[in-house]
């Protein structure tokens, strides 16, 4: 299933602990993009949370943690293999060598949570297919696309999925309904630990789109 975790501007990292239930509950991998020297930069193939864990606190000692965004993902594999070439986030591009790359900068990063179906091939996950195939001709004809409701909505109804972006300016935009906890806002429940996950009810928490 995967979950993509949003932390806005302004806003604490969430605990070590819900980090980690995610980890757990989606164990294939994790990635992180943030904001560094004007670009966008995607830092993933973390395969277990210690690693992925040295690199938060690596990047607290690089940008400002608390005043900008960060956004995290936690993969469980349901395309090819579970290897770190094919954990998430990426730069929208439609260069096989770049969507696998597990360090790149760019002006758009991308991740996303969901199966898309009919992407997908023996080279490419369904996500990294569908960012060469069909997101990256519509940023090349509209670089602002995931800021407009019309293209989103195609987009959504395209893949009945969830995607978060991070542009060059530093602001975040989500496709799909996001859980907001402690001020940072989550793609599906799988924060909490597995014991409790599909116990959980919503009372606590609420749905709603995030937007920067």
Same mark, same amino acid.
């Given at each position: 299933? =995967? +979950?993509? +975790? !949003?932390?806005?501007?302004?806003?604490?990292?969430?605990?070590?602990?819900?980090?980690?239930? =995610?980890?757990?509950?989606?164990?294939?991998?994790? /990635?992180?993009?943030?904001?560094?020297? /004007?670009? !966008?930069?995607?830092?993933?193939?973390?395969?277990?949370?210690?690693?992925?864990?040295?690199?938060?606190?690596?990047? $607290?000692?690089?940008?400002?943690?608390?005043?900008?965004?960060?956004?995290?993902?936690?993969?469980?594999?349901? =395309?090819? #293999?579970?290897?770190?070439?094919?954990?998430?986030?990426?730069? +929208?591009?439609?260069?096989?060598?770049?969507?696998?790359?597990? $360090? %790149?900068?760019?002006?758009? /990063?991308?991740?996303?949570?969901?199966?898309?179906?009919?992407?997908?091939?023996?080279?490419?996950?369904?996500?990294?297919?569908?960012?060469?195939?069909?997101?990256?001709?519509?940023?090349?004809?509209? #670089? %602002?696309?995931?800021?407009?409701? %019309?293209?989103?909505?195609?987009?959504?109804?395209?893949?009945?999925?969830?995607?978060?972006?991070?542009?060059?300016?530093?602001? !975040?935009?989500?496709?799909?309904?996001?859980?907001?906890? %402690?001020? =940072?806002?989550? @793609?599906?429940?799988?924060?909490?630990?597995?014991?409790?996950?599909? #116990?959980?009810? @919503?009372?606590?928490?609420?749905? +709603?789109?995030?937007?920067?």
């Amino acid at each position: 299933m =995967c +979950v993509i +975790v !949003v932390k806005p501007k302004n806003t604490k990292l969430p605990s070590m602990e819900l980090l980690r239930n =995610c980890f757990e509950n989606n164990p294939h991998g994790a /990635g992180l993009m943030f904001l560094k020297n /004007g670009l !966008v930069n995607v830092n993933k193939g973390y395969m277990t949370f210690n690693k992925f864990e040295k690199r938060l606190k690596r990047l $607290s000692t690089e940008i400002d943690l608390y005043k900008n965004p960060l956004i995290m993902h936690f993969r469980i594999g349901t =395309c090819l #293999s579970n290897s770190k070439e094919n954990t998430h986030p990426f730069i +929208v591009s439609n260069s096989d060598k770049r969507l696998k790359s597990i $360090s %790149d900068t760019g002006n758009l /990063g991308i991740c996303h949570n969901g199966i898309i179906a009919n992407y997908g091939n023996e080279k490419l996950t369904d996500t990294q297919e569908f960012i060469k195939d069909f997101i990256t001709p519509i940023y090349n004809l509209s #670089s %602002d696309f995931y800021k407009r409701q %019309d293209i989103k909505t195609l987009i959504k109804n395209t893949t009945n999925s969830k995607f978060a972006f991070l542009d060059k300016d530093n602001n !975040v935009y989500t496709i799909g309904d996001f859980y907001k906890k %402690d001020g =940072c806002y989550f @793609s599906n429940y799988s924060y909490y630990h597995y014991d409790s996950y599909y #116990s959980y009810k @919503s009372s606590y928490d609420f749905r +709603v789109p995030y937007y920067e």
